[in-house]
């Protein structure tokens, strides 16, 4: 496997341990409704953030790089108020 890519295992680490700590936080309340949405959209943000970083800004090949169409990029951009 080539060094430069992420292990999918770390990211699950990560992501895991994360909820984790939320679910210990939360003190046996009830977690919120809508957590899928709610993860997404924590991990989508700063992935389209940093793509568009490596990218050089250019939507085209960070679209690429993320494997969507360009116009749904800029859509996702919107949601998230990425210029």
Sequence with gaps: MND????ENDMAR?????????FRDLDGEKPCS?????VICC???PL????????GGNQTHAA??????R????????QHGIE
């Design 64 to 69: 690429e790089m993320l494997g969507i169409n």
């Design 34 to 38: 809508g957590m899928y949405d709610m």
């Design 4 to 7: 430069l890519v992420v292990n």
């Design 48 to 55: 389209l953030e940093l793509v568009l970083e490596h990218a």
């Design 14 to 22: 990560h992501v895991r341990k994360t909820l984790k700590e939320y």
């Design 43 to 45: 991990v989508e943000k």
């Design 71 to 78: 116009n749904t990029l800029r859509k996702k951009m919107q």
